[in-house]
């Protein structure tokens, strides 16, 4: 079984993610995990890091790409696809095929909790696909090989104290990008339960 077959499994198994019911000023957002098959013929997920904003509670992180869905969203997924345009030009109705939903999160972070996020996954088609960033949000991109992360995944969890009390999540680093709280929460589930 190939890599993309296990995971298109997982979701035919899983059709059902954890949904977190939206509570009244619940900010609704999603974001695209995206995966290829490189030349080399490895599996990568697809990161950006995003531009240094002011006011922006999670400025300068590494992220999926992804935002806040916005009244003519048709859907959630609608949102995931409209930003992954807007931030860095991947056509997801075009370039990808989309396998499913994954569990919702809610970031701990108190200036952040408010924000509901809704993970969807893609198959990118094309390897290689043309970026073109928007540098008002996004500063870098980077594929990480999924072989790569899998093997630090035992090593990822850290304790510290964040928010007036102990604050646990998952860092992952790799070639200088340093992926760590929500991202990193979201990428150690997704890779747990789906390898």
Not at 49 to 77: C, T, W
Not at 150 to 162: F, H, K, N, V, W
């Amino acid at each position: 079984m190939n890599f993309q077959e296990k995971i298109s499994g997982y979701f035919i198994k899983n059709p059902s993610p954890k949904l977190i019911e939206p509570e009244p000023g619940s900010i609704l957002s999603s974001i695209s995990i995206i995966i290829r098959t490189s030349k080399k013929n490895d599996e990568e997920l697809f990161f950006i890091k995003r531009a240094k904003r002011q006011g922006d509670n999670f400025s300068g992180h590494m992220a999926f790409p992804g935002g806040v869905k916005e009244k003519y969203d048709k859907s959630i997924l609608d949102t995931a696809k409209r930003e992954t345009m807007e931030e860095v030009g991947i056509d997801l109705n075009k370039d990808a095929e989309y396998v499913g939903r994954y569990d919702d999160y809610r970031p701990v972070n108190p200036n952040a909790n408010a924000f509901l996020v809704s993970p969807h996954v893609f198959f990118l088609k094309n390897s290689s696909p043309i970026l073109k960033l928007n540098k008002d949000e996004v500063e870098d991109t980077v594929w990480i090989p999924i072989n790569v992360i899998r093997d630090m995944l035992a090593d990822s969890p850290r304790i510290s104290e964040r928010y007036d009390r102990k604050y646990n999540d998952n860092v992952f680093e790799y070639k200088g990008y340093k992926i760590w709280g929500m991202t990193g929460k979201i990428l150690y589930s997704f890779i747990n339960k789906i390898l």
